[in-house]
């Protein structure tokens, strides 16, 4: 390895150490895109690789990427997202709710930009051969909800008393069933409130609250990759690429304590801080240029094996397994004329083979809350999961080289949905409803060897509803989320 290559390996290390990778993406927790330029074309890069950031879709595009250095920052906000919870849950003939229900009401989620940067670096060895650095966000999810806990309602006994003159039951009272106490709501139900400070000597199985939720709530997952591209020309027309895929992810939850008593480790499902992951997995991939005007692509990447989240081994199925699912690419793109090129990208995630992101949460765990030692249970290997499917994205992209100066890019994707209806109460923390994407964008060439580049996306609000009928009866939910993405970046030819 040449010192030059070194010295960006070394960089993009130390990059990768320091940069924030905090980010809610949109194809479920998956990126639309990487790379300035194939953002602002919806996300193709298949068989149309355009910067350094080509491998993180497909490594053999390298092969067609010059000296080259990229250096990009995007600007996400991911709101507004949130959820809807109906008044709508199930009570007795007492007007008393039978099951853990959310607080009804709409909620958004705080934390509304998040910073991302990007960094890729290609050398060309010989005729045949290149070697490159590339680093950057695959994605994550983010939701911090602090207007009040969303499971405030949900234990199986909470410590809730009632409030105020002329409340029925009276104040501080107890009342039937399972020592939950209610005031009564201005539409004439009963209202829960919590008070984490009740006593065991009150006649709940929740002594202390310690299966109250009494902070905000939401989760925070971050994920950083590196990948080291070589690629391989078989000919002129096509080439082979193979790339080792290095991953650290972090994870932090909150405000989830109610979810401990249905754990087979309940002291590591909420309020732990921040827990790191790390794994790795390998990338391949080929490009194909068929005719002057068509050029054809294909690459997969592997499942990333990671270790354990072991801080939150009682909230994760298989002790805190959090793999990260494979993804295969396929790809055209076609020279309408010499100034004007079309591209379209199949992508799809396989989320189905990570259990935790692929595991029913429509599962009656009440043996788990009187003590029964199941693999349904939070944390065993068919614990409470997502419920997330498979999906399939389809990107269409368009660019127009409109002079020696200037390209203009333009593009639309559709994602399919990820999860089904039954599947809604823990997506809650994970509103992925995102569908279709559209995206503008413009490339400046300053000089021969330096140009400047813009990428504008908008993903259109889109909901989801549902339930859990296991969980929490008859009550519905709405998930909702609207994206923004502004990246920028500057390109450097050696």
Same mark, same amino acid.
């Given at each position: ?80 997202? =949130? ?7 199930? $009570? %007795?003939?007492?007007?008393? @709710?039978?099951? &853990?229900? *959310?607080? /009804? #009401? ?78 009564? =709501? ?7 409130? $919590? %008070?984490?400070?009740?006593? @065991?000597?009150? &006649?709940? *199985?929740? /002594? #202390? ?51 401990r008593q249905m754990s087979l480790h309940p002291e590591s499902v909420s ?16 490009? =194909? ?190 998930l909702y989320m609207e994206q923004k993405d502004i990246e920028i970046s ?5």
């Amino acid at each position: 390895m040449n010192t030059k290559l070194k010295k960006m390996v070394a960089l993009a290390l130390v990059a990768g150490a320091v940069a924030p990778v905090t980010v809610l993406a949109s194809n479920g927790y998956f990126s639309f895109g990487w790379g300035t330029k194939s953002k602002a074309m919806a996300g193709v890069a298949t068989a149309l690789p355009q910067d350094t950031l080509a491998t993180a879709t497909n490594p053999a595009g390298m092969a067609f990427i010059d000296n080259s250095l990229d250096l990009g920052v995007a600007f996400f906000s991911p709101s507004d997202r =949130g959820y809807r919870a109906d008044n709508n849950f199930s $009570t %007795n003939a007492m007007g008393f @709710p039978t099951s &853990g229900f *959310v607080t /009804p #009401g709409e909620y958004d989620s705080d934390s509304d930009w998040f910073l991302i940067p990007s960094f890729g670096y290609n050398h060309v060895l010989n005729d045949k051969m290149t070697l490159g650095v590339s680093v950057f966000g695959n994605g994550g999810m983010n939701t911090d909800y602090g207007q009040r806990p969303v499971w405030e309602n949900f234990a199986g006994a909470p410590n809730q008393l009632a409030i105020g003159p002329g409340m029925t039951p009276p104040p501080g009272t107890m009342a039937a069933p399972n020592g939950m106490l209610f005031s009564m =709501g201005p539409n004439g139900r009963p209202v829960p409130v $919590t %008070n984490p400070n009740a006593t @065991p000597a009150q &006649g709940n *199985v929740n /002594p #202390g609250g310690i299966f109250t939720a009494t902070t905000s709530t939401g989760i925070n997952l971050e994920q950083f990759f590196i990948e080291v591209p070589f690629t391989y020309k078989v000919n002129a027309q096509n080439s082979l690429g193979i790339a080792p895929v290095l991953a650290v992810q972090s994870f932090e939850a909150k405000g989830l304590q109610p979810f401990r008593q249905m754990s087979l480790h309940p002291e590591s499902v909420s309020n732990n801080g921040k827990d790191w992951s790390y794994g790795a997995g390998v990338h391949v991939g080929w490009v =194909g240029e068929v005719t002057d005007a068509l050029t054809l692509g294909a690459s997969y990447r592997s499942k990333l094996w990671m270790t354990d989240f072991d801080d939150y081994k009682g909230l994760f199925a298989e002790g805190g397994g959090f793999d990260i699912p494979a993804m295969l690419n396929l790809g055209l793109s076609f020279k309408v004329r010499p100034d004007v090129v079309l591209a379209f990208d199949y992508q799809r995630i396989f989320y189905s083979e990570v259990a935790s992101i692929a595991n029913s949460n429509n599962v009656n765990v009440m043996p788990c809350m009187m003590g029964v030692r199941a693999s349904y249970c939070l944390g065993g290997d068919s614990g409470l999961g997502f419920g997330w499917k498979d999906m399939d994205v389809f990107k269409l992209g368009a660019r127009w080289d409109y002079s020696d100066k200037f390209s203009f890019m333009a593009g639309a994707s559709y994602a399919s949905e990820f999860t089904s209806s039954d599947q809604v109460l823990l997506n809650i923390m994970a509103p992925a409803t995102i569908q279709w994407t559209y995206t503008l964008g413009a490339t400046y060439r300053h000089s021969a060897t330096d140009s400047f580049n813009l990428s504008l996306a908008y993903m259109p609000n889109a909901e989801f509803d549902g339930n859990n009928p296991n969980i929490t009866g008859s009550q519905t939910y709405n998930l909702y989320m609207e994206q923004k993405d502004i990246e920028i970046s500057w390109n450097h030819r050696f």
